[in-house]
């Protein structure tokens, strides 16, 4: 018997965790949050529980498989991003068994998930054996994180593909290509579970060297004189940041890494020796204590390229505490500030971001927005991934009810069929193969 069950990420982008019931035996695949409310919870400043967040939607409900919790070997994870690891600190450890994951996830949670200790790491491209009749792959692809990973659940019944989060980068500029080999040596895939949040995209995702060269243009190319030169990216993005950096050193400034969220993630990057940014950048983990060091920076603007947290406008991050002159770190007018970064499209992150964005315009900075190519694989990428492993069934995931929709009207122009062998749940569902 194998049960899908969908338990979160099949109502919204994000929130993902999905549980795979073989015969006396389960998985479950990520344990994420949902970003839009949990960024809404974080500025109630209340204290953080399972429960708060349960009220609130920002971690999957787990009631559905309640019943087959004793069933559950390990929590398997794809990558390091938030809406896929950020539950495990609240929910991991109510599940007696390990989280396995790649090394650099491995370090991010333990950094964001201090009470978790039952953590394997595993390399990409291997295999860890769960029991004697569920093996799991740990296939490379590129993504907006290092070491991120398709899974392929080897089981008695067939191969069952797990694809969120990935794109097909010929280019990358850290770490290795996408490991489309290793993919087209599978066989027997009986059920793709697949990303479908850039679905309704008709183009390939572009390859992370042309974010690079957009940045150069706009840093190399335009008038920044004297003035403040601000970038704001998704602090996991260490491919994005080692750009940047690069960048800096060009122009002649020195890079200033400013934030909680940027120091953890550099951090785990450095302590596996993916990246060494420590020895030409300076990384402030506390904006708040290092009033003296922004206050002579702040005076000396021209001489930095600051790399700061906020770009969806959170409230709490160095951006908008900078905006909201609550900083000694000011914005001028005429300061350059980049969004290196697409907005996640959920209300409350819109909205905040529109609010930031005003702010700035009051201070008549110049801004540039959408500086930025997606980790997500477009429609055309989805649909070489399905020629490739042909599976027998397709289930959509990572995405609201428009955004499946779309993969499964991709899967309906590749002969697949609605009901037949494509598939879309909600939260809470389940279905049987």
Known sequence: MLRIHAVGGYNEVGKNMTCIEIDDEAIILDMGLYMD??????????????????????????????????????????????????????????????IIATPYTAEVIKKHAKNIENLIAVNVNSSYRISRNIEVEFINVTHSVPQSSILNIKTKYGNIVYALDYKNDNHPTLGRKTNIKKLKKL??????????????????????????????????????????????????????????????????????????????????????????????????????????????????????????????GEKNAVLTKIVNDELELKISPHDFVIFSCEVIPTPAIKANRQILEQKLHRKKARIFK???????????????????????????????????????????????ELGRNVHILQNGQSMKI
């Open 37 to 98: 409310r949990f960024v809404a919870v974080q500025e109630k400043n209340i204290e953080m529980s399972k429960e708060v967040l349960l009220t609130e939607d920002a971690i999957p409900n787990d009631e559905p498989i309640k019943n087959i919790k004793k069933k559950i070997k390990a929590i398997i994870v794809t990558h390091a991003h938030l809406d896929h690891i950020g539950a495990i600190r609240w929910m991991g450890q109510s599940y007696k068994c390990p």
């Open 187 to 312: 066989d027997n895939v009986l059920l793709l579970i697949a990303d479908s949040t850039n679905a309704d995209e008709e183009r390939k995702t572009f390859s992370e060297y042309i974010a690079k060269e957009m940045l150069h243009d706009i840093i190399m190319g335009m008038e920044v004189g004297n003035h403040g030169l601000f970038i704001t990216t998704f602090s996991s993005h260490i491919a994005r940041l080692k750009s940047i950096l690069h960048i800096s050193k060009m122009l002649g400034r020195k890079p200033v890494f400013i934030g909680r969220s940027l120091h953890d993630y550099i951090a785990s990057a450095e302590n596996l020796k993916l990246v060494n940014f420590s020895k030409d950048a300076e990384i402030i983990k506390n904006a708040g204590r290092a009033e003296k060091k922004l206050r002579t920076m702040n005076k000396n603007k021209e001489k930095y390229v600051f790399i700061v947290t906020g770009s969806m």
């Open 370 to 416: 959408d500086i930025h190519v997606s980790g997500h694989a477009s429609r055309e990428d989805l649909r070489d991934l399905i020629k490739i492993l042909s599976p027998c069934h397709i289930l959509p995931a990572h995405g609201d009810l428009a955004k499946t929709a779309s993969l499964a009207a991709l899967a309906g122009e590749m002969d697949y």
